[in-house]
Each structure stands twice: as C-alpha cells, then as structure tokens.
C-alpha cells in the first residue's frame, strides 16, 4: 500500500478542524452526541493533483492528496454529508456526491478514474467514487480484490489465480487466518502479506501516475464492505 504521510498527517489534522466546526464541538459538551467514521482515498491514477472536499471544507487545507495517499481517518457527528474531488486532467473536473455517517460505523470514499474512448482514438478521463460501508456482521477471515486497472494493463492474480481484468468488479478469493498472500499484475510482485486476522482485506489494485505501473491499496477492516458503481452511473 502507498504511504504518504506528510499528506495524510496535514490532512487528519485540517479534516479534525472541520469537524470541530460540523459538529459544534468547540466549547460545547459532546456528550450524547453520535459518531461514526471517515476516510476518503484518493486512487485516481492523473498525473494532475486530485482535490477533496468534504462537508464544505477543504481536505488538507486545499492541497492535494496524493494518489495512494488519503484524508486520514476521522470521527465525523453522523448526518449527511456532501463531498467532492477535483482534478483537472478529468472531463468534467469534479464530481460531487452525498454521504450518510452512521452512528459507530466506518466508511470510506474510494475515488478512481475510468477512460472513456472516442471514434477519432481521443480519451477522456472521468472521475468515479465507491463508499465502502460496513455490514452487519463480520463473517470472518476474506480477501476482495478490485483492478481500476485501464485496459492496456493484464489482469491481477493472487498466488497465481487471476483476478478480474476491468470492470471494477470484485473478485473474491477464499483465505484462512496463516495463508501468505502474493498479489501481482502488469507483470510484478506488488505486495506479499499474511493473512493475520479474522477481517476482510479489501485490495485495490491502481495505476500509480508517479512510477507508470500498478501498485496496491489494503483496506483492512472486520465489516467493510464493497459495491461496484451502478452501470447506469458508468456511463454517464
């Protein structure tokens, strides 16, 4: 997984001002107040610099998140919430959307890109989201694995069984606490990790703009959950 810290650290600390200010926390007794849990992952692979914001304040004090890079984890008054991330090399640059946080409960925003192809061979990038969201239960030790990888790129494996090669679909892989994973695609090791917990692993597999080649966000949570973007809303 990707690790920028400098970004993430700025951008706990610029989202935890926030919520002082969404939930009216400052100077006040939270107490009896409900709260759940955010973090906003930035995995779209332009070369240009990708915006968040979220509740109408700016993620990072308005810089950029870094591919691979996120907003932090925060706890967040439940509600409704608008979001948006912004990056110019995307037609259209923005996109918006709404987000429910539960009382106790964690999600997070995935954003990503997808490439739209015209007669004449020009593309488009556009920009996509996914929530996470957690189920009822926890059903044990899982592994999902999910390409954002373009088409020119070859499917992802996980020791050696091949994974999906577009579509943002899942591709469940069946694991027991002790198993060693190797997850690979393009032609490279991305990451080697051990199954250590009773959770869902939940791995992205991105084209990172910076190296030209695909790397590997790990969500690791009991409860999360992920849905593929609706059809209708792939071809926007």
Do not use: W
Not at 85 to 101: D, F, Q, V, Y
Not at 227 to 234: A, K, T, V
């Amino acid at each position: 997984m990707s690790l920028f810290q400098n970004a993430m650290h700025r951008a706990i600390a610029c989202l935890s001002v926030a919520i002082l200010s969404l939930t009216g926390a400052a100077g006040q007794d939270a107490e009896g107040e409900s709260f759940g849990f955010l973090e906003m992952v930035n995995l779209v692979s332009l070369e240009s610099a990708t915006y968040f914001t979220f509740g109408g304040y700016k993620i990072a004090g308005g810089e950029k998140i870094p591919t691979g890079g996120s907003s932090g984890q925060a706890t967040i008054k439940s509600g409704s919430y608008a979001f948006t991330a912004s990056n110019a090399g995307a037609k259209p640059g923005r996109i918006e959307g709404e987000i429910t946080i539960k009382p106790g409960r964690n999600s997070k925003i995935v954003f990503f890109d997808t490439v739209k192809e015209f007669k004449d061979q020009s593309k488009e990038h556009q920009l996509r989201y996914t929530v996470l969201t957690e189920s009822e239960k926890n059903e044990g030790a899982r592994l999902t694995l999910v390409s954002l990888l373009n088409e020119e790129f070859s499917s992802a494996q996980i020791n050696g069984k091949r994974g999906p090669a577009d579509g943002r679909k899942p591709f469940l892989f069946p694991v027991k606490v002790g198993d060693k994973i190797t997850i690979e695609a393009a032609g490279s090791k991305m990451d080697s990790f051990e199954i250590d917990d009773e959770i869902h692993f939940l791995c992205f597999v991105f084209l990172n703009p910076e190296t030209g080649k695909a790397d590997l966000s790990v969500v690791r949570n009991e409860k999360l959950e992920y849905h593929p973007p609706l059809e209708d809303e792939e071809s926007e």
